[in-house]
Structure formats: C-alpha cells, structure tokens
C-alpha cells in the first residue's frame, strides 16, 4: 500500500506553497515523503522534486507544435491527456516500494477536475492498479473570501472536483498568514458557517430570480455536510499538522507501517547500523 495527497485548486490558491511547508514539516518529523509535481507549466519549486511531468511533456512545447496550435489552457489540458495515455511512465518513475508518501502537485486549471477527465483517469490508475490510498487537498485562497457570493462559488468547485475524483477530501482555505486580524475574524464564519446567514447576505446582493437557486445550493451543502474547510497559517506549525492528521486520517496512513529513514540520514548513521533493525520491526 502507497500513500498520496493530490494538491489542488484553482491558480494562484497556493499550492506549491502547501507541498513546500508540508515538506518542511515532514522533514522535522521525520517522515520520508515524495513530491510529483504534474503541473506541465510549472517552473520553479523551493523543495526538491523527484518526479517531474516536465521530463515527459510540457506546455511550452505542445504551444510551440505548429500542427497543434493549441494555447495555453489547451496546452496543459494537452498534456495531462498525454500523461492518462503514457502512465508506464510514471510507474517507473514512481517505483513500487510499500508505504511511500506522495505529495501530487497538480497544475490549477480547474476544469481538469470538473468535467475532462484526464485526471479521473490518473486517478484510477493510482488507486486500482497501483494500490495507492489518495486523499485530495483542494486549496482556495482565503483572501478570495470577501463576500457570500464568492464564498458559495468556492464550495461548488470544490463539490464539483469531490464528485468528479470521488476521493477523500480535506478542503482548506490558505494563505491565512496574510490576512489582518480583522480578516481573520471575518474568516471563521467560513470555517464553521451558517448558511442561513450566508444565505441572507448572498440575496442582498443576487438578482431576485436567483434566491431560489442560492437557497437550493445552500440547503445542499447545509443538510448532507458535503464541504467544510480548514483554515491553514503556514506560519503556524499546529495549524499544518492539524491538516496533515487530517488527510492521515482520511487515508489511513500510519496503520502497521515500517520506520523509514531520510537517505541522508542512512548514510549518516552506517547500513550496517543494527537502529535499522531495531527501527523496521513492527509492534
């Protein structure tokens, strides 16, 4: 059994911001884990990649195929689609040692998780051929969250990518560390909200045909509990554990798994060291 996060959300929501403060964290807690990043246009990261879609395809030179004439948006849909069709690729990258942890970062176009499917199919292939248990992170950006109306839309997309992957999901709403403490207030309303409030709001400022759709979206979400959020201060280091546990609970990491030891810290203390033996027995 392998384990993996699917970082997503719609661009600019932090994302690579995330897999780099998840990283940290797992390094000061001694957890090994891995990062994939499937973002075709990404170019830069503050944390170390190991697999790398950009090896396999990338946008800039799909956009550059004179006989594809694709643009950016399509580009990177382009290349996903590539990926769904090429995965032997990525099982070799990915290897097949048990209990590896999987940080996915994925690109941020939304409509890959709401009707292309693409990523359903990466999905699938991770879960029922490779045995992995997927938990997906979807990010929204808390300074997104001014008003009910945006509020509402950031929990349809979220439903949209839950129903579309059919996997766990921990919703979080980011970049909390940027907000003024008058921000931070308004922010629990979000957190642990009140429809009917948020309702009442939405209809001062939506045409009056409307208030019966934002009612039926509200009692949707409202009466089956389908999206909450947690909120995530990369400052905090309580606030990235919460939301760590979290997804450990969602894919029930950490039953009955061996001790793994960052390479780096291997070769430190000696192969031929008998803590190895000691540190891979199971209770």
């Not at 990283?23 to 990649?49: S, T």
């Not at 996903?80 to 995965?87: G, I, P, R, V």
């Not at 309580?238 to 990491?253: G, T």
């Amino acid at each position: 059994m392998r384990y993996g996060q699917l970082v997503v959300g719609p661009a600019g929501s932090g994302k690579s911001t995330y897999c780099s403060t998840v990283v940290k964290y797992c390094q000061d807690v001694k957890r090994v884990v891995h990062v994939v990043n499937l973002d075709p246009a990404a170019e830069y990261f503050d944390y170390p990649v190991e697999i790398d879609i950009c090896e396999l395809i990338r946008v800039d030179d799909v956009m550059d195929d004179e006989d594809l004439k694709l643009g950016p948006n399509g580009g990177l849909v382009f290349c996903l689609e590539y990926l769904a069709e090429n995965m032997d690729w990525l099982e070799e990258q990915l290897g097949d040692d048990d209990d590896d942890y999987f940080l996915f970062d994925c690109p941020g176009q939304i409509e890959l998780y709401t009707h292309i499917p693409a990523m359903r199919q990466i999905v699938d292939t991770l879960q029922n051929r490779w045995n992995f248990r997927l938990c997906v992170v979807f990010l929204l950006d808390s300074q997104f969250l001014v008003e009910a109306s945006k509020f509402f839309a950031g929990m349809m997309t979220a439903l949209a990518t839950m129903v579309t992957l059919e996997l766990p999901h921990v919703n979080v709403l980011s970049k909390v560390d940027l907000l003024d403490a008058k921000a931070k207030k308004e922010l629990v309303r979000y957190l642990d909200p009140e429809s009917a409030d948020l309702l009442s709001e939405l209809s001062k400022t939506t045409n009056k045909k409307y208030h019966k759709l934002n009612k039926a979206i509200a009692a949707l979400i409202d009466d089956y509990s389908l999206v909450q959020f947690m909120a995530l201060d990369v400052s905090d280091e309580e606030s990235v554990a919460n939301i760590v546990l979290q997804v450990d609970l969602a894919i029930q990491y950490g039953e009955d798994l061996d001790v793994k030891i960052p390479k780096l810290e291997r070769d430190e203390m000696g192969e031929d060291d008998d803590t190895f033996d000691l540190m891979s027995e199971k209770d």
